[in-house]
């Protein structure tokens, strides 16, 4: 499986960005995607995950009410859509697939068997 990550760049706080992810390759086997970042000196940290078949979506507290993780299925490509931007959102943005997760492990890089390349979020105070 290969993952393509895109969509980042720089904003101003209150801003808005959706990230992209497009998975390639044998992708039947994906169980979940997940949205992962990393700022500079930090471990990276879980953002948002969704669940493949059913579209059950988890959220870290950081992030809820303002990112929305969906999925399209018929382009097997996940999006996250970012809102009310703030400076501490500032990092890189990783996506992931896991084939053999389960739900109490979705927040652990470790459960992720692919990663794509990463995508800077930059937000300007």
């Known amino acids: 499986v290969q993952l393509q990550a895109s969509g980042g760049g720089l904003v101003q706080a209150g801003g808005s960005l959706r990230l992209s992810c497009v998975a390639s390759?044998?992708?039947?086997?994906?169980?979940?995607m997940g949205w992962f970042r990393q700022a500079p000196g930090k471990e990276r940290e879980f953002v948002a995950g969704?669940?493949?078949?059913?579209?059950?979506?988890y959220y870290d507290d950081s992030v809820k009410g303002r990112f929305t993780i969906t999925k399209d299925n018929t382009k097997n490509t996940v999006y996250l859509q970012m809102n009310s931007l703030e400076p501490e959102d500032t990092a890189v943005y990783y996506c992931?697939?896991?084939?053999?997760?389960?739900?109490?492990?979705?927040?652990?890089?470790?459960?992720?068997?692919?990663w794509g390349q990463g995508t800077q979020v930059t937000v300007s105070s």
């Open positions: 992931a697939a896991g084939s053999s997760l389960i739900l109490s492990s979705m927040r652990r890089p470790t459960s992720y068997d692919y």
């Open positions: 390759g044998r992708t039947f086997g994906i169980r979940a």
């Open positions: 969704i669940w493949w078949r059913t579209g059950s979506t």
